[in-house]
């Protein structure tokens, strides 16, 4: 009696005896050839077992192999998931709390508005609630020789958009100042911290912050943007918000470790409190048409987890983007499932295939993934083109211009910092100083006093510099280049005398 009662039971849930992965694995990798990817990596974690760990694709022009359990990737911001937890570390061995003000711990830290400054807390900086809006002030460490400390501290200068802990403004600067906080409260910096109290007692040994390890090693999957390979670029100084890189087979070891209430072998290295608390909603988000087909009904963000209900059970998730690289993580604590997904281009592959991992576990229709997200794909790249043509008939048939001389010069943006414009074969260039790796080149004309930008990130589109002229005397200059990431827009280059 007791035999068909356990085997009832087994049938009617959805445990490991259920799951089809033949046929999930099989459906991998018709995803990577219909998106078309260089190369995908996939692991699946189901009642402390690893049930999925496949790799499809080449990593790099000079590695025509597929990634196996060890490639390297650049994990970006599931680097966040990494400070939430050193923070409670922290907070638990009470040298933190967190509702500490962060000037406690950072005497130096000022934003722009004197109230928000003195009352942010610890907590705060891990929610997205400082009132700068998504993606405020990332310029100042993307591609630039700022240290993290002088970025957080030229964040200053930025006005907030919103009101104190009024509304979510996804924000990569707050993230590397509790990267700071961890250092002051600790005595280590972040890339210490992590290593000691995380990388190593769970034996993450291929999971690095340092990208000259990353870059070096021989087992990487090089970034692309659309199908072409691109040149690596040092995130070193994004620190606690995007510096990690790591792999599918140490991804599975972090994942499981949530899944264990943060204990390994045996050793509490997180509380199960504390998991509550990050695993909490701090910041709500609205829901969408998308949402709702998907039964998720509440959206949220934690302490470096976004959160959401699907299908009446609880997913912690987040991504990971920075150019050449899109990954994300779920954990599902009711279904014991927890999934990474890491990729080499910019895709919404591993998005997709969070749900599809859902709907796979809770016996939906998996494969009808592919051609929703194909469709978002598809629409993107029309609405893309259909920019870059816009854009492209703005262009002016006949200019006027100043002598070429008279655009020569410093400038500063209060913010970012300078820009300088030199004559170089008898033509402009422009070089925006804190970035000049990235963002030097040739302007031609374009408009009255417009000129476009053509630099050598392969990442962004180019830029329209429009000089600001009275009285044929100049007086600066803004930069307009569309993008979903960084605020250009907002940059405002003032002629030094």
Request: net charge negative.
């Amino acid at each position: 009696m007791r035999t068909l009662l356990f085997l009832a039971l087994l049938i009617s849930s959805p445990g490991l005896a259920q799951l089809d992965t033949v046929g999930f694995t099989t459906y991998l990798k018709s995803v990577y050839e219909d998106f078309d990817l260089p190369s995908m990596a996939v692991a699946a974690v189901k009642d402390g077992k690893v049930i999925i760990s496949e790799g499809y694709g080449t990593k790099a022009k000079s590695d025509p192999n597929a990634p196996n359990e060890e490639t390297l990737y650049a994990i970006a911001s599931l680097s966040k998931a990494f400070t939430a937890a050193s923070i409670a570390m922290l907070v638990e061995e009470g040298a933190l709390d967190w509702k500490d003000p962060v000037g406690k711990h950072l005497p130096w830290f000022k934003l722009y508005d004197d109230y928000v400054t003195e009352h942010m807390t610890i907590e705060d900086l891990l929610c997205h609630r400082s009132g700068l809006i998504t993606f405020d002030g990332d310029l100042l460490w993307y591609g630039s020789d700022y240290s993290r400390k002088e970025a957080i501290e030229r964040l200053s200068a930025r006005p907030l958009t919103h009101g104190f802990r009024e509304t979510f403004g996804y924000q990569n600067l707050m993230f590397m100042t509790a990267g700071e906080v961890i250092e002051a409260a600790s005595g280590m910096t972040w890339d210490a911290f992590v290593k000691t109290r995380i990388l190593d007692p769970l034996g993450m040994q291929r999971t690095t912050s340092d990208f000259e390890v990353f870059s070096k090693d021989d087992n990487i999957a090089k970034p692309h943007i659309h199908g072409q390979e691109i040149f690596m670029m040092s995130y070193n100084n994004s620190g606690a918000t995007a510096a990690l890189n790591s792999s599918t087979g140490d991804m599975v070891k972090w994942l499981s470790f949530w899944q264990n209430d943060g204990i390994v072998n045996g050793d509490t290295l997180l509380s199960a409190g504390s998991i509550q608390k990050i695993w909490s909603l701090h910041t709500p988000l609205g829901t969408g048409s998308f949402d709702q087909a998907n039964g998720t009904h509440f959206k949220g963000y934690g302490l470096g987890w976004f959160l959401m209900d699907y299908h009446g059970t609880k997913v912690a998730h987040h991504g990971g983007g920075l150019p050449g690289y899109i990954t994300k993580v779920a954990v599902s604590p009711e279904d014991d499932l927890s999934i990474v997904v890491l990729t080499n281009d910019m895709s919404s592959v591993s998005s997709m295939l969070m749900y599809a991992t859902l709907d796979w576990i809770h016996g939906k229709d998996y494969a009808k993934r592919s051609e929703q997200f194909l469709e978002f794909k598809e629409k993107g790249e029309k609405r893309d083109t259909e920019v870059k043509e816009k854009r492209l008939k703005m262009k002016a048939k006949a200019t006027k211009m100043l002598p070429k001389n008279d655009y020569v010069g410093l400038y500063e943006d209060t913010m970012y910092g300078e820009a300088e414009v030199i004559m170089k074969d008898e033509k402009l260039v422009l070089i925006l100083k804190p970035a000049k790796e990235l963002f030097s080149g040739y302007l031609t004309d374009w408009d009255d006093h417009v000129f476009r930008f053509d630099h050598n990130d392969p990442f962004l589109t180019y830029g329209l510099i429009k000089f600001d002229v009275k009285l044929d005397q100049i007086q600066g200059f803004t930069i307009d280049l569309p993008n979903n990431d960084f605020h250009f827009d907002k940059l405002d280059f003032k002629k030094k005398e």
